[in-house]
């Protein structure tokens, strides 16, 4: 029957099982629904046993089949905890090797395929894995059949403000219905308890169809929950992100902003609820009062959107000790103000809250007005550690590695980089136990569907096994992106040098991180346009990166700063100083050196850095020449207008208009790189989507530079009038060729007139 009069729409294409399918389904379960051309993750050796799209079920089964995909002749046998590890045959139908295993508990199984008596070697990138006794193997996920689930088929909003959604209700193996009362929905803010979502439910096929109307621009993720006839909830929520948006947004859109909370902004400046620093402590390295709500005041007065600033990454949001510790140098102290040493997977710092509200109120109420906004909120993820005081650490002091310190003797950071702790303080969690790795990723996924983030960036991504990021991936994509979610952008911190391309891709996969900084591009950046370096090394560089990162190239992080290296300002300068304090803002005011140098170099790098591929990024206080040595000097406490400089105002203004050029642009965020011309101190390059166009152009000599810059193979250049969308008074005609008349350290952004 259905519980209300409404039409249900037919649900398509019966797909066999394929595979062992996880988070709380069970492989061999009948009946699944699928969509048509359903993706898939096959690996490079040809099997997909455990990487196809998530099945659809009608009905759970508490029998267990698992199949495995390959092209090999012979013999197929599967061995695993499940049998105690004793091979068993496989019977192949039409290339696909399946074996019943009976009735399993819930939980995870390590197993292994053996062809022709041989047993395989590590699981492919694509498969869930878990290391058994020091083994890493292919994992089976086992539902709980006993338990009814609830699955997104398809999820979609419109434009004009619409989102429809298709549920499936899989009961559990003892067949009891839905219960139509039960099914609760929410998208967004409305819900259906309140009427402003419509929920059909069909009892007989367990089909639930839901839609929503006049949704304001920005994101309205759906959630949904329901029970059967006897009470039992479904075995996890339904959680679909959803965006309303004129333009369906695309990562390669994005420019990263990274505000470092505590040293931003303080939203309650003196007033009763003002942070208090842990003490025992030098202020440089302890709290400053800096809070979510400051953050938020930066938002409503457009300090992100005029840079141009669509994706905010937040230092991590974890509660960190209340207390000092000592840092790296052996000799200072250091306070949890950075938020890298968690002591809990869920509570929030409260020293980020204010007077009137608590942290996680007031970080949720940033979250929700960010997305109102249309901007990205990227979360911080520290996976690889905890602080000693952390729940994981108290309940489970077992999960952790043997203890020796990065860059002791015998404990190189290269040579020891899976297991050896940052600091006596900072045990190291040891992935290579399931347990650990189950709780962390199941805590990691609640966090970003808690909070309804965009994306995360994994902290000390080269110091873990690769199967947490492999794991983190497939759980984002089967519990989050599934059914038409948003994807959720997941990048990598790897700190490298130069040529550290080939270390930074090991973590980039689509069955992986998506991206990671662009340490190697970073240094090129800096000598280019700090240290007087060459044109030719920097476009070399780009080149490599180009060859090297192929797909994923569009989705790298381009930056000059952030919070472990020297401020730009300061390398151009050459006055850094200690660490711990001493080195002079030269833009602050009051320098004696010549600031217009400085404020060239600067903006001229932000040109080349914001015009490149992938999401660019901004660390807080760049954009005014914040100055500071090493850490922590380079995590001074941000300034604002009406209190800036004239060197930060001018610098401020030359980004800001770089940023905007950048968002009034689909070739500058989206297009093919095409460098045009590049000696020691000129360099111009294109940048081509379909018919949209743009060209960088910047010269860092110290004399003007006037040449004739043909456009080649862009032939969507010739014929085109350009205008400098930072000197609008500029405007270039082409006909083959670009004339160029550039003065000493001036750019253009050249975009169709």
């Not at 937040?314 to 306070?335: H, M, W």
Request: charged share 20%.
């Amino acid at each position: 029957m259905l519980v209300r009069t409404a039409s249900v729409a037919m649900l398509v294409a019966l797909m066999g099982l394929s595979g062992c399918v996880c988070a709380g389904l069970t492989c061999g379960e009948p009946e699944p629904i699928g969509l048509p051309d359903a993706p898939d993750d096959d690996d490079a050796g040809g099997d997909d046993d455990d990487a196809t799209a998530n099945p659809v079920l009608t009905e759970r089964s508490c029998e267990v089949r698992l199949q495995h995909t390959t092209e090999a002749s012979g013999t197929v046998e599967v061995a695993g905890e499940f049998n105690d590890w004793v091979p068993a045959a496989m019977t192949e139908d039409n290339g696909t090797w399946w074996a019943d295993l009976g009735e399993l508990a819930p939980g995870s199984y390590g197993y292994k395929i053996l062809t022709n008596g041989e047993w395989e070697g590590a699981p492919p990138a694509s498969a869930y894995a878990k290391w058994v006794d020091g083994t890493e193997n292919r994992a089976l996920y086992v539902g709980d059949c006993t338990q009814p689930l609830l699955q997104i088929v398809l999820a979609q909003a419109s434009p004009s403000g619409e989102v429809t959604a298709t549920l499936q209700f899989a009961t559990a193996a003892d067949g009891a219905a839905v219960d139509p009362a039960s099914v609760r929905v929410q998208v967004g803010k409305a819900t259906s308890e309140d009427g402003e979502v419509i929920v059909v439910t069909d009892e007989e096929t367990g089909v639930i169809s839901v839609s929503a109307t006049d949704l304001a621009a920005g994101k309205h993720s759906l959630q949904a929950w329901a029970s059967d006839t006897t009470g039992r909830s479904s075995e996890k929520p339904v959680f679909v992100p959803l965006w309303v948006e004129d333009e369906p947004f695309r990562w390669e859109d994005g420019l990263i902003y990274f505000a470092f909370v505590d040293r931003f902004r303080n939203g309650d400046f003196g007033e009763p609820g003002a942070t208090s620093p842990v003490g025992d402590t030098a202020p440089i390295a302890d709290y400053q009062g800096g809070d979510y709500l400051g953050v938020l005041d930066a938002m409503d007065e457009d300090w992100f959107s005029q840079l141009g600033a669509n994706v905010l990454w937040l230092t991590p949001v974890y509660e960190n000790p209340d207390a000092p510790y000592l840092a790296a140098d052996g000799v200072n102290n250091f306070s949890g103000f950075h938020g890298y040493w968690p002591t809990d997977p869920f509570a929030i710092e409260g020293k980020l809250g204010d007077a009137w509200a608590d942290s996680e109120t007031r970080l949720v109420e940033l979250i929700e007005e960010a997305h109102s906004r249309g901007i990205r909120v990227l979360f911080d993820l520290v996976l690889n550690h905890v602080h000693e005081d952390h729940v994981y650490r108290s309940e489970h002091p077992e999960w952790f590695n043997g203890g020796c310190v990065c860059g002791t003797d015998g404990c190189g950071w290269e040579e020891r980089a899976v297991d050896c702790w940052f600091t006596p303080y900072l045990p190291d969690l040891n992935y290579r136990n399931p347990w650990v790795l189950e709780r962390v990723i199941d805590d990691t996924v609640e966090l970003v569907r808690r909070f309804d983030v965009d994306g995360v960036r994994v902290d000390a991504a080269k110091h873990m096994d690769h199967v947490v990021m492999r794991t983190l991936r497939r759980r984002l994509r089967e519990d989050i992106e599934a059914g038409g979610g948003a994807q959720v952008y997941a990048v990598g911190e790897t700190f490298t040098g130069g040529d550290g391309h080939g270390l930074i891709m090991d973590y980039v996969s689509p069955d992986e991180l998506d991206a990671q900084f662009d340490f190697p591009l970073f240094w090129s950046i800096r000598d280019a346009f700090a240290n007087g370096g060459s044109f030719q090394g920097l476009e070399a560089q780009v080149a490599t990166g180009q060859a090297v990162y192929g797909d994923a190239y569009p989705l790298m992080s381009p930056f000059l700063g952030n919070h472990d290296i020297l401020r730009f300002s300061t390398e151009a300068a050459g006055n850094a100083g200690d660490p711990w304090g001493g080195t002079q803002d030269f833009l602050a005011g009051g320098a004696t050196v010549d600031q217009w140098d400085l404020i060239n170099k600067q903006s001229m790098a932000f040109a080349f850095t914001l015009t490149q591929p992938g999401l660019p990024l901004i660390y807080y206080g760049d954009e005014i020449g914040l100055a500071g040595a090493g850490d922590p000097d380079n995590r001074r406490f941000m300034s604002f207008e009406p209190n800036l400089s004239a060197n930060q105002t001018e610098l401020l203004t030359r980004v800001r208009a770089i940023g905007q050029a950048r968002a009034a642009s689909k070739a500058l965020r989206r297009g093919d790189r095409t460098q045009l011309w590049v000696d020691d101190s000129l360099l111009v390059y294109s940048r081509q989507d379909g018919d949209d166009v743009a060209v960088v152009a910047m010269n860092k000599a110290d004399t003007p530079r006037v040449v004739s810059v043909p456009v080649g193979a862009v032939t969507a250049l010739t014929g085109s009038t350009l205008v400098d969308a930072i000197h609008p008074e500029r405007i270039v005609s082409v006909d083959g060729a670009i004339e160029l008349s550039l003065g000493a350290w001036e750019y253009a952004i050249l975009v169709p007139q």
